[in-house]
């Protein structure tokens, strides 16, 4: 799954990292250590320009763009923008056959760069104790920014006025974890490598089930699996302490040592 990740470049790193330009017309969100549910969120899209009339142009090259979405996708049809709330993911399996989803994965489809994710690692600390839950970043090893693949979808309020700018919206894809990454939660964000950005933001390609099928488990060998502070649980809180790693005793212990214990059933 995820639930809460960290985004803290800036838009000019972004638009050299992925080739894209400026269409967040100021309004991009800064640096957040603590992105959660319902904020405002740059992402990455590639649309054909339109002529004046709005008419779409796909004889022309299609325009990789920095968008700001809000984290929830709230299908076109919806009545009311809360439902957002329950669609901060989309499971790869069934993208393409549920109805929220459907149509997004076949027309408007994202990129949501990201330093890295959190994940929670259910950890049973014996007979008669709590299940305690142990925070992680998931991030890069080299610095560069993770790209989730997500969805995106435009809703209008029937009651409000027509010239009124719509609500965009977006989910992060979610798939099966691979590799280390299941010893901590049998769901993980789909981060696509970068020789996939283009095919997945292809305005003209409708048909990316080949996609949208889990990494190679050694992906993950890639990436660094750090241990965080608790502190992170509460949104409220932000700033790079989030996801500094803790136990730093532990660091030089085998995969083994640090994922000794498997996680609760979800």
Known sequence: MCGRY??????????LEFDAVDGTEGKAP?????????????????????????????????????????WGLVPFWAKDPSVGNRMINTRAETASEKPSF???????????????WFEW????????????????????????SLALAGLWETWRDPKADPEAPPLITCSVITTQAVGRLADIHERMPLALPRQRWADWLDPARTDVTDLLA?????????????????????????????????????????????????????
């Open 214 to 266: 889990p990494p190679e488990p050694g992906w993950v060998d890639e990436l660094e699996l750090r241990p965080v502070s608790t502190v992170v649980n509460n949104v409220r809180n932000n700033g790079p302490e989030l996801i500094e790693p803790v136990r730093p005793e532990a660091t030089d212990l085998d995969d083994a040592a640090l994922f000794d214990l498997p996680p609760d059933p979800q």
């Open 121 to 144: 690692k259910a950890v049973d600390r014996g007979v008669g104790r709590r299940v305690a839950k142990e925070p992680y970043f998931i991030t890069t090893q080299d610095g560069s």
């Open 30 to 70: 800064q640096a957040d250590y603590n992105v959660a549910p319902t904020k405002d969120i740059v992402t990455v899209v590639e649309r054909f320009p339109r002529d004046a009339d709005g008419t779409v142009l796909e004889d022309e090259p299609a325009v990789r763009s920095l968008r700001v979405m809000r």
């Open 6 to 15: 960290a985004a803290t470049k800036d838009t000019a790193t972004l638009m």
């Open 102 to 116: 459907r149509n997004a994965l076949a027309r408007r489809r994202c990129l949501i760069p990201a330093d890295g």
